[in-house]
């Protein structure tokens, strides 16, 4: 089982659209987060939960939302894509603040 | 607030070579260190991690850290290196204390390629 998952693996669309990428983790964390990665590989934190709540909220644009049903899921949803959108955005989930980050595999997404 | 700098953004080295990968921080209150390796097409994985105690850290695949206070940095060493060990490498660092709890900065990365 893998143990934080997220779909879809690939996204290309156009500027404009509205996408989402979900993300689910089966290790009973309480911490979730969304990273960017850009095409120099830095790595930025964009959010993150914890039991639900919002905790980190780093300057992102509006028009990135994270929503989270319940503690094993984080959930990313985009609107009005822009060209600069375009990233690898990874999902991770940790327990405790000091433990280590599990990571997702990615999702690479392709806006033309 | 915290950063990162890794000194190095492209590594070559030949199989079986030493490698350091080297990795400073700046922080105005106590840090925790973490190395976390990427492979190609791949999410990252924590290599090791400096919470405390021992300043010398051991990590997976071989891997290992120093944590030296008066120079601030977490360089990453490896006595012999395999073709495998051909990836991203990020050190990063959290504070204890404020607002950046639960917040890890990652440096731009560092990549090593291991060359037969």
């Known amino acids: 089982d893998t143990a934080v998952s997220q779909t879809p693996k690939y996204l290309v669309t156009q500027m404009g659209n509205d996408k989402s990428i979900k993300c689910e983790q089966n290790l009973g964390h309480d911490t979730m987060y969304w990273y960017k990665q850009d095409s120099k590989k830095f790595l930025k934190i964009m959010f993150s939960y914890n039991n639900k709540e919002l905790i980190i909220n780093e300057t992102v644009p509006n028009r990135f939302s994270p929503k989270s049903p319940d503690k094993a899921h984080l959930n990313l949803h985009i609107n009005s894509l822009e060209l600069g959108d375009s990233a690898v955005y990874f999902c991770?989930?940790?327990?405790?603040?000091?433990?280590?980050?599990?990571f997702g595999s990615g999702t690479q997404l392709s806006v033309l | 607030a915290q950063s990162v700098t890794q000194l190095d953004s492209q590594v070559p080295v030949f199989e079986e070579a030493p490698v350091e990968l080297r990795c400073n921080y700046s922080?105005?209150?106590?840090?925790?260190l973490f190395w976390y390796v990427q492979y190609p097409n791949q999410g990252l994985q924590l290599l090791l991690k400096y919470l405390s105690g021992s300043t010398l850290v051991k990590g997976i695949n071989g891997f290992e850290a120093e944590f030296n206070k008066s120079q601030t940095s977490f360089h990453l060493r490896k006595p012999s290196v395999h073709i495998s060990d051909t990836a991203e490498y990020f050190c990063?660092?959290?504070?204890?204390?404020?607002?950046?709890?639960?917040?890890?900065?990652f440096g731009k990365g560092t990549l090593l390629t291991v060359n037969p």
């Open positions: 990063a660092v959290s504070s204890n204390s404020g607002g950046s709890n639960y917040k890890l900065t």
């Open positions: 922080s105005s209150v106590s840090v925790y």
């Open positions: 991770a989930s940790s327990q405790g603040r000091w433990e280590k980050l599990f």
